[in-house]
Every structure is written in structure tokens, then in C-alpha cells.
């Protein structure tokens, strides 16, 4: 399996609160993403980055912001947390970008109350 | 019309079966497909690519139709094991070098004994 882990697993906390997700490789690849998971939309992507410092937008990106400071780690904020952003968030990794499959992690199941 | 659409089953089919998805996509453009296996709570894994040509691994079969913009998944002998969700996945980009992938919301294959 692809060196990706994901912290934390679960977090559960309250509407307004912070909330920054990290996503950690070991596999040294240029492209990181992340994608929520919600029951009838399937993977929507959040945001992603091809590179230290370079990230872009993706198709639910409002409310989220990211950072990439270094290769192997790719954090997701959510500034101000509110319920529609519980969600099960995946990272995923490519070596190349578009035309390579990703590789996932296990996922952080976050609930905001 | 969703870029990529898949059939969310479930469909039940009894140890032995050959069961089979099909997925369409509406940008002609698309470059490279594939299909991944979830099992419930976990993350999405890679099952097979998905050529121009067809591809075989094992009991499971993956072709392309360009014309009519669909691929197919063909599992032949199900398992047990074989219950998941499957999604079809398609690179709907041209600058392959930064977009990322676009899943599918999934067919739910359910194997009885």
C-alpha cells in the first residue's frame, strides 16, 4: 500500500471551531489532493496541489483552504467549521498527475455538532 | 448531465455469476479511465486501468467504448469478496499535468451464497 496517513482518523467538534486535517506521504510524489465523501455525491474534490506551494481550487473548495510547505505533507483548514462540512475526507497521492490513477488514505471521519 | 455517471445498483447476484457495470462519460476529450473498489467505511483502491485495447486481470475484465463514451467492467465467477462499490473513474482534462481525476458516485455490487 501506498505510504499516505491521515490524522486524525475521527475528530468530532463544534460549529465555528478550527479544524486542519494532515495528510503525510512517504512515497515522495509531486501531486496531492483532497476529496470529501457524502452519501448520493460520491469523491468531490477540494482542493489540490502539483508541487510545494502550488495548489488550485477544486470543485467544492469554499470554506476549505490548504497549505503545502513541503513535499510529503499536504494540510486541509477549515476556518470556521459548520455541519455541511461533516464529511469522511480522503488525501490522495499521484506520482504523475491526471493520467495516473491516485492512491488513497484511510480517510478522517469529521463530524461538526 | 453529470460527468460521469454510473447505475448505484445494488446488484445482487448469487455466488458464480458474471456480473457487469457500465459507466458513461460526457467528455469526448477524456484521457484515461479507471476502476476502483470500495468497501464500506474504507478508502476507494485501484482495482484496474482501463486501455484503449481492454484489459484483463483474472476474473475481471475492463474495456472502453469511445464512440458511445462508456467503459465497462465485466467480473466473471463473483465472490463473496467481491461485495463492494465500484467507481468508475475518468481523467475528463486535457493538461493532464495538474487536474485531477473525477470519480463516479458508484454501482454497489452485493454477492450472495
Known sequence: ?113 | RKEVEQDPGPFNVPEGATVAFNCTYSNSASQSFFWYRQDCRKEPKLLMSVYSSGNEDGRFTAQLNRASQYISLLIRDSKLSDSATYLCVVNPHMDTGRRALTFGSGTRLQVQP
Not at chain 1, 27 to 55: A, C, F
Not at chain 1, 62 to 67: E, H, K, L, P, R
Not at chain 1, 73 to 92: G, K, P
Open chain 1, 1 to 113: 500500500d501506498a505510504g499516505i496517513t491521515q490524522s486524525p482518523r475521527h475528530k468530532v467538534t463544534e460549529t465555528g471551531t478550527p479544524v486542519t486535517l494532515r495528510c503525510h506521504q512517504t512515497e515522495n510524489h509531486r501531486y496531492m489532493y483532497w476529496y470529501r465523501q457524502d452519501p448520493g455525491h460520491g469523491l468531490r474534490l477540494i482542493h489540490y496541489s502539483y508541487g510545494v506551494k502550488d495548489t488550485d481550487k477544486g470543485e467544492v473548495s469554499d470554506g476549505y483552504s490548504v497549505s503545502r510547505s513541503k513535499t510529503e505533507d499536504f494540510l486541509l483548514t477549515l476556518e470556521s467549521a459548520t455541519s455541511s462540512q461533516t464529511s469522511v475526507y480522503f488525501c490522495a497521492i499521484s506520482e504523475q498527475g491526471g493520467n495516473q490513477p491516485q492512491h488513497f488514505g484511510d480517510g478522517t471521519r469529521l463530524s461538526i455538532l
